[in-house]
Nanobody
Framework: VQLQAYGGGLVQAGDSLRLSCAAC????????LGWFRQPPGKEREFVAA????????TVTESVKGRFTISRDNAKNSIYLHLSSLKPEDTAIYYC?????????????????WGQGTLVTVSS
């Protein structure tokens, strides 16, 4: 499975942005797709995840009400919709795919990772 994330950029606080992640290759093996981020000088953290074929999705508490995750199976893509952006949302955002047969938010269960896209939020 190969993942390509894009859509990052430099925005101002309060702005919105949509990140996209396109999957190709053995996409039938995917169970969960997720977004993670790594702020400057910090550890990578979970942001959101969506069941590739089911109806389950979740976002981490710190972005609830501001970020949503969606998918388009026909395009083999997922999206992260970011709104009311804050400077602390500045990070490299990664999409990742898990092939384990359970819905997961644990980074160690994600086998495939995209290259990341940088989101910078200025105050």
């Amino acid at each position: 499975v190969q993942l390509q994330a894009y859509g990052g950029g430099l925005v101002q606080a309060g702005d919105s942005l949509r990140l996209s992640c396109a999957a190709c290759g053995r996409t039938l093996s995917i169970h969960t797709l997720g977004w993670f981020r790594q702020p400057p000088g910090k550890e990578r953290e979970f942001v959101a995840a969506i069941d590739w074929r089911g109806n389950r999705d979740t976002v981490t508490e710190s972005v609830k009400g501001r970020f949503t995750i969606s998918r388009d199976n026909a395009k083999n893509s997922i999206y992260l919709h970011l709104s009311s952006l804050k400077p602390e949302d500045t990070a490299i955002y990664y999409c990742a795919a898990s092939t384990t047969a359970v819905f997961t938010t644990l980074s160690e269960r994600y086998r495939y990772w995209g290259q990341g896209t940088l989101v910078t939020v200025s105050s």
